[in-house]
């Protein structure tokens, strides 16, 4: 039997502690801060030990190579260590420690390659901290602005710039175009895995999604002396904003949540002068999606006018759907016998799908919770998702 499972718990259990939260039992890795730091640090001694060099790319982006790294024709795995508040332990850092994992498996059965392989630590893919998912990976392509990822701002006012102490380099189509395709791997954001009784699975495609501020200005007062007909309150907008999101949704087969929520001045006796909303989108069609977004946004401005408050709704980013490079998914499916499912969740790789061809593995969860303490994996899956990206990066790096 391989011991494949035990030398996964073992290289996991070195990354596990850090940054989890003793109360929720979840992690609190925003990018740039310490805990995510001390992984990134990890990620250079474990790149040391396999004698990979490690290159930034100006961005917050880390690649350890096994190879050239001015070659060319690379394939390029991995993931982010970074998480949403009190999330998983298993979103994006799956894909980094499988990632050297798979490259110890490919060395000890005598791989030769023929590409240079190289290792990805993406920054701010959750865009829990500076707001926009998948920071890294949109500045590496170019998809956005460099003084707009620069200027933004965490809770405690701190820049991107800042945090990543510089300013941030931008597109690099020199180096995008040293890879030849990328495989992500990563712990499935749902069951499907666990209904088809399968450990992994290939991606198809991501969902169009998006994330919209919903600002709900009124009149702030105090709770008890204000007559509740003379009031001016912005949390009844938004209270209703949220059910009409949820039924706007539902109506569609969409999804909508609001989990995101700042109060002023937040104190129990006031009545709010400002409550701000982030709400985030999701559907299986760009048409679905807008007309939920729309709706959305009628019914609040409705409702605001009806309660004498001010409502601003800004966009924070949005993606578009993204199919996976058919043929890599075909042949990948082929490789391993493997289910394809389609998925709602956004990813590195579904921004650097737009670059050069790319495909995604799922490992089954078997809770099927992500971005919670309860998302989970076990063991033997972890390591079947291991061997298929082995399987994977043999295929595409040693033929």
């Known amino acids: 039997m391989s011991d494949l499972p035990v030398r996964f718990r073992r290289l996991w259990d070195e990354i ?9 039992g979840g992690y609190l890795r925003y990018a740039l801060t310490e805990p995510e730091l001390r992984l990134r640090e990890w990620f250079r001694d474990q790149a040391d030990r396999r004698g990979m060099p490690v290159t930034g790319d100006g961005n917050g982006n880390l690649f350890a190579w096994w190879g050239d790294p001015v070659a060319g024709d690379a394939v390029l795995t991995g993931s982010h260590f970074d998480s949403v508040p009190h999330g998983g332990a298993y979103d ?3 894909g980094i420690v499988s990632a050297f994992l798979a490259v110890d498996e490919l060395r000890a059965a005598g791989a030769a390659p023929v590409r240079p392989v190289v290792v990805a630590a993406f920054v701010e ?10 920071l890294g990976s949109r500045l590496l392509t170019g998809q956005i602005a460099v003084d707009r990822a620069a200027g933004l701002r965490d809770a405690a006012g701190v820049s991107f ?25 990563h712990v499935e954001q749902g069951r499907a895995l666990v209904d088809a009784g399968a450990p992994v699975a290939v991606a198809s495609m991501i969902w169009p999604h998006g ?22 309150d912005p949390m009844l907008t938004y209270a209703f904003t949220v059910l009409a999101a949820n039924k706007e949704a539902r109506l569609r087969d969409a999804h909508a949540t609001i989990g995101r929520v700042a109060v002023a001045p937040n104190a129990t006796n006031a009545i709010p002068s400002s409550v701000t909303g982030w709400l985030d989108a999701r559907a299986a069609e760009p048409e679905t999606l807008r007309g939920l977004v729309e709706a959305v946004q009628a019914k609040a401005a409705e409702r605001a006018r009806r309660d004498g ?9 949005t993606t578009p759907p993204v199919a996976f490079d058919a043929k890599l ?24 799908a737009a670059h050069l061809p790319t495909a995604m593995l799922f490992v089954r ?14 063991d033997a899956d972890c390591a079947a998702g291991v061997t298929a990206l082995v399987r994977v990066l043999e295929e595409l790096a040693c033929r």
């Open 16 to 24: 596990a502690p850090v940054g989890r939260d003793a109360g929720s």
């Open 92 to 94: 994006g850092p799956l």
């Open 125 to 134: 893919e959750e865009g829990a901290r500076f707001g926009v998912p998948c």
């Open 161 to 185: 710039a800042e945090a990543l102490g510089e300013r941030p380099a931008g597109g690099d189509a020199g180096l995008l175009g040293r890879f030849a395709a990328f495989v992500e791997l």
């Open 211 to 232: 994330r919209w501020r919903f600002d709900f200005d009124g009149e702030g007062n105090h709770a008890g002396t204000t007559r509740m007909a003379d009031r001016r």
């Open 309 to 317: 408050t001010a409502l601003t709704c800004t966009e924070e980013s």
């Open 329 to 352: 998914a075909d042949r990948l499916a082929g490789l391993l016998d493997a289910p394809v499912l389609p998925t709602g969740a956004g990813h590195d790789a579904g921004v650097l």
């Open 365 to 378: 969860n078997p809770s099927g919770v992500s971005h919670s303490p309860a998302e989970s994996a076990t």
